[in-house]
């Protein structure tokens, strides 16, 4: 069954700390894909990034960066010099054939301060 | 990128109305649209999986009489919530899938009944 968890439900920083957002799945499927939405307060969910399976190179954009692991089933997001702006909840996503439906975890609230 | 549109993006309602909601794919044609719900300080939960032209497939626990979908055209799926009730509120939110893995959600859909 596919699963996906974010141990970390609240994090708070301070403004120009890195952080970094944890996202552990599960899968049974050779083929699928990750990704990353960012949630501000408007609730329209944002796109940050997707990964397929056999990409495992990590990917920087910004000051966002992403750490795909498949050993460990981990597709970890870490925020560099975060800002205000970045305050949001953050939801790791796993999508897999054939029906391709989100699965979602429960989610990363990030508050970042001044 | 691809575009989707969600109709309205608030609507209060009393108890025991029916709502539709509309999730429209502005530029491009989706055999398959998604309807997640999200309640307050939740993850996103599937609801269906709708299939234009076929009847729609609803997840576990999600009442299919309650919970009318549509997808009439390869633009367009409704969600019809019907005899809603205060429980029934919460952000609902489509997706429409482009090709492959290519998936874009709408901004959702905040139903409140009174």
């Known amino acids: 069954a596919q699963k996906v968890t974010q141990a970390q439900t609240e994090i708070s920083v301070v403004e120009k700390e890195d952080v970094t957002l944890d996202c552990v799945y599960e899968?049974?499927?050779?083929?699928?894909?990750l990704f990353w939405y960012k949630q501000p307060p408007s609730g329209e969910l944002v796109f940050l990034i997707r990964?397929?399976?056999?990409?495992?190179q990590n990917e920087i954009s910004g000051r966002y960066s992403w750490n795909f692991q498949k050993s460990t089933s981990s597709f970890n997001f870490t925020i560099t010099a975060s800002q205000v702006v970045d305050s949001a909840v953050y939801f790791c996503?796993?999508?897999?054939?054939?029906?391709?439906?989100?699965?979602f975890g429960p989610g990363t609230r990030l508050s970042v301060l001044p | 990128g691809a575009v989707v549109s969600q109709h309205p993006s608030r609507v209060i309602c009393k108890s025991g109305t029916s709502v539709k909601i509309e999730c429209r794919s502005l530029?491009?044609?989706?055999?398959?649209m998604f309807w997640y719900r999200q309640f307050p300080k939740q993850s996103l939960m599937l609801m269906a999986t709708s299939n234009e032209g076929s009847k729609a497939t609803y997840e576990q626990g999600v009442e299919k009489d309650k919970f009318l979908i549509n997808h009439a055209s390869l633009t367009l799926s409704t969600l019809t919530v019907t005899s809603a009730h205060p429980e029934d509120s919460s952000f609902y939110i489509c997706?429409?899938?482009?090709?492959?893995?290519?998936?874009?959600f709408g901004p959702g859909t905040r139903l409140t009944v009174t």
């Open positions: 899968t049974r499927d050779t083929t699928y894909y």
């Open positions: 996503a796993l999508s897999e054939a054939p029906r391709q439906n989100f699965v």
């Open positions: 990964r397929n399976s056999f990409d495992e």
């Open positions: 997706s429409a899938r482009h090709t492959g893995y290519e998936q874009y």
């Open positions: 530029d491009f044609q989706a055999t398959t």
